[in-house]
Every structure is written in C-alpha cells, then in structure tokens.
C-alpha cells in the first residue's frame, strides 16, 4: 500500500455470458482512473449465478455474498444462459441478483439515458429530438405494487378467480427515494420531475405529498409534477426537457426501458442500485447476451458507465467517474466502435480493444 491513498474494497462479480469479457475490461479503466486520483482498489473477484451454479452449485454463493455485503461498492457484470433455463426456480442464475438486491436494500435504482452527440443515429427518435437527451431516472426498486400485501390469486364469494395486487408506499419509503432524487439532480442540472398517477391512485397522492414536503430542503433544485399517462408521450414527444426524474417501482419500470430505447443502443447503458447504507450495485442494464459471449464482440461502454457510477455514486469519488465519463467520449470521438454502434466510416474494434482504447483515453488526460 502507498501512503496517502484512498484505499476501497471493490467486489468483482464477472457473472455469466459476455459478463467476465466486459468486467475484465472496465477494471482495468476503473482502477487506472482511480490511481490518477490517488484512489487504490482492492478487488476481490467472486462468481455468481451460472458461473456459480456450475462451480458450487447455488446462484449466491455464501462467500459470494458476504464479500459483497463487506465491500465498499460491487461491480456486476451480467447473469443467466440458456444452459440454466430449465433449472429450477430457486436454482436460476437471475435469483442471485434478487437475493443481493433484497439482502443489500438497495431502494434506489438510477439508470441514465444519454444520446451522446457521436451515437444520435443509434437512437428510435429522430435526429432533432433525440440530439442533447441527457436525463436520470431514480426509480424506487423495493416497495410498491411489487411487493404490497395482500397479493396473489385467489377465490372471491362468488367461487370465481381474481388476481390482486397492492400499491402500499409508506411515508418513509418515499421519503428516502425523494432525497436520493433531490441529491441526484443537484448533482446535474438541478431539475427534478416527480411522476406519479396522483388523479386516481391513493399510494401517488401520499407520494405526491412527501415529495413535495421535502422541496423546501432543496432549494436549489426545482420541482416539478407529471401523471405518468403524460411522462410516457412526454418522453417520445420532447425527452430533453427531462433531467431527473423520480418515480415509483412500477412506473420505474417502464418508463426506463422506454428511455433506453431513445438512447438505441443496450450496450451503452448503466445502471446504479443504491441502498441506505452499504455498498451499491452498479452493472449495465443489458443481460448476458449468449448470442455473441466468448467472442470478443460485447460493447464494454455500459460496464465501464458503470464503473464510473460507481465513483460517483457509490464513492462520492467524482473526479475520478469524469476522467472515466470523459474518456468514453474521446473514445467514441476518435470513431471506435463496437459492431452494435458501428456505423460506416467508424473503426469497428471488439471488446478488449475499446477497452484499451477508453484506457489510453484516461491516461491521456493526466
Ligand atoms: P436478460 O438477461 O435481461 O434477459 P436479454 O436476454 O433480454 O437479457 P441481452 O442479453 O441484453 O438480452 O441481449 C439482447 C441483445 O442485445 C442480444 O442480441 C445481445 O447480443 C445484444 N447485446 C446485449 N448486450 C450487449 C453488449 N454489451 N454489446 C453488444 N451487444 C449486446
Ligand atoms: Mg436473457
């Protein structure tokens, strides 16, 4: 260890399919970002779902889990293959990443949707509409509809089947996941949009409430309210006037796939899971594409977005996530691409080698 560094714990879970390829790489940019801000990472690189089912035999290996839980932040690659699919239920590669999620609390889940100025062609909009989107969405992950009790199908007075879901948010709950969206969106452009369905739903009137209650806290940042009915055309119709936007599980849900697509490209995108204490859980938001795992080809950007997530989110390190931030983007304008952004005229180049493309990047700006 060098005097006066920083020093973390980083839990490494490569996972399965094209996770171990895009893992290796956004390491290694990780940890060189890191050193030119004085950070030092321990890593500690542990297997998980598939790779765990064929090694130990269970999803979430015990040592697994607890070298997550007593790190400072985890880096996931991806989870599941064909080759578990008939498995079953509690023996699937996915239940590893329910069993963290729910085990580490983590509530708060943000996932960016950015049109770089380089990949506008990549998006579903059109070129003036998709130009400039750069928006957050937090999106609350362990409560609501998902999870409220009583849930089930079962057997009314009339002998017939009905199916029942319940929305329960608790004042805390909302409260926890409006703070982390009033940070986030002083940490950007200090623009935060509230969605909810508060014409109709009980659960969004008491949300719709909270998150304004807290507004006076965070003067800096202007509020504003949205039906989710409206947020979902908004989106298409005009996405750049969003910055951040904070939302319930299972308007979450849809509303940040819905952004993914403006974005048009999965290998582009990370994601951030963010508890109350303890480490958080950053991986990109694409699975583990068998089709192309073992073959060099996977776009490593989203696990390196994550790593930078990471920094910034998890560490609070965000000096070193804009040297990562910034180095994706000197990659991409020297016109390197992976084969899902490529483009005519572009250098297309497979995963090992964006990746140390985005590393001289990073190295370059000392
Ligand atoms: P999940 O594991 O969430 O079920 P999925 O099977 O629905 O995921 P992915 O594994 O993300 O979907 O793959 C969807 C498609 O996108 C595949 O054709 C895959 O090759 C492609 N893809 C996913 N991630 C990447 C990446 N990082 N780089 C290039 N292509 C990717
Ligand atoms: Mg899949």
Redesign the pocket.
């Known amino acids: 260890a060098s005097p006066g560094k920083k020093r973390y714990n980083i839990a490494l879970l490569p996972g399965d399919?094209?996770g171990p390829e895009?893992i290796s790489v956004a390491k290694n940019v990780l940890q060189k970002a890191g050193s030119l801000e004085g950070l030092e990472f321990d890593f500690q690189e542990m297997p998980v779902g598939g790779a765990a089912l064929d090694l130990v035999g269970v999803p979430m290996p015990e040592e697994t889990f607890t070298a997550a839980k007593q790190s400072d932040a985890i880096l996931l690659g991806?989870i599941?293959g064909y080759k578990w699919d008939k498995n079953e239920k509690h023996l699937r590669p996915e239940m590893a990443l329910f069993y963290l999620r729910r085990d580490l609390k983590v509530f708060a889940n943000l996932r960016p949707a950015t049109v770089l100025p380089q990949l506008v062609d990549a998006s579903t909009l059109k070129k003036e509409v998709a130009e400039g989107v750069d928006m957050m969405i937090v999106r609350e992950l362990t409560g609501g509809i998902y999870f409220g009790e009583p849930r089930g199908i079962k057997i009314n007075e009339n002998g017939e089947e009905v199916g029942i879901s319940t929305e329960i948010y608790a004042a805390h709950e909302i409260d926890r996941i409006a703070r982390v969206a009033f940070e986030t969106a002083r940490k950007r452009r200090g623009k935060l949009c509230s969605v909810d369905k508060a014409n109709v739903l009980d659960a969004s009137i008491l949300w719709r409430k909270r998150v304004t209650a807290l507004a006076s806290e965070y003067p800096d940042v202007e509020l504003s309210h949205m039906y989710v009915d409206n947020a979902a055309m908004q989106l298409i119709r005009d996405p750049k006037q969003f910055d951040t936007i904070v939302t319930n599980n299972i308007f979450g849900d849809i509303l940040s796939d819905e952004a993914s697509m403006i974005t048009g490209s999965?290998?582009m995108l990370p994601s951030a899971s963010l508890g109350e204490s303890g480490p958080g859980l950053f991986e990109?938001i694409?699975?583990?594409?068998p089709?192309?795992a073992g073959q060099d080809?996977?776009?490593p950007l989203?696990t390196i977005l994550s790593a930078a997530m990471l920094l910034k989110y998890g560490l609070g390190e965000e000096k070193a996530a804009k040297r990562i931030e910034d180095a994706v983007v000197d990659a991409l304008n020297k016109g390197f691409r992976?084969?899902?952004i490529y483009s005519p005229g572009n250098k297309l180049v497979g995963c090992k080698e964006m990746g140390e493309e985005v590393l001289k990047s990073v190295e370059s700006k000392v």
């Not at 694409?286 to 594409?289: D, I």
């Open positions: 399919g094209i895009v991806a599941g999965i290998g990109p694409h699975g583990s594409a089709d192309i080809k996977a776009n989203a992976t084969g899902d």
